[in-house]
């Protein structure tokens, strides 16, 4: 019954910002930790960067300084501001949420659909 729901990829051109959001929803009895992955085509799904339920952050070498991650006071709405985007950062961004449904519940990873985030040079 769990849902991440994402929005705001698009088309952008080179040194162009963007905000993804993924919002969870469902019988969430534990939250962990959220982030995003992407993968462009013919490549392996990457990490890009993670928020812990206490509010640390991770990122991939590869976004730091240009990506930012957050999250709302609910804690079940994540956010990526993306500034200064390149070509290398198109790809399908994927949200995921580490938690657990019920309290008798493991905790597992949830993942969205994706959303197409495109940079043209």
């Known amino acids: 019954q769990v849902q991440l729901v994402e929005s705001g990829g698009d088309l952008v051109q080179a040194g162009g910002s963007l905000r993804l959001s993924c919002a969870a929803s469902?019988?969430?009895?534990?939250?962990?930790?959220m982030g995003w992955h992407r993968q462009a085509p013919g490549k392996q799904r990457e990490f890009v960067a993670a928020?812990?339920?206490?509010?640390?952050?991770n990122y991939a070498d590869s976004v730091k300084g240009r990506f930012t991650i957050s999250r709302d006071n609910a804690k079940t709405t994540m956010y990526l501001q993306m500034n200064n985007l390149k070509p290398e950062d198109t790809a399908v961004y994927y949200c995921?949420?580490?938690?657990?449904?019920?309290?008798?519940?493991?905790?597992?990873?949830?993942w969205g659909q994706g959303t197409q985030v495109t940079v043209s040079s």
């Open positions: 928020i812990t339920s206490g509010g640390s952050t």
């Open positions: 995921n949420a580490h938690l657990t449904p019920t309290a008798w519940g493991l905790y597992t990873d949830y």
């Open positions: 469902g019988s969430i009895f534990s939250l962990n930790a």
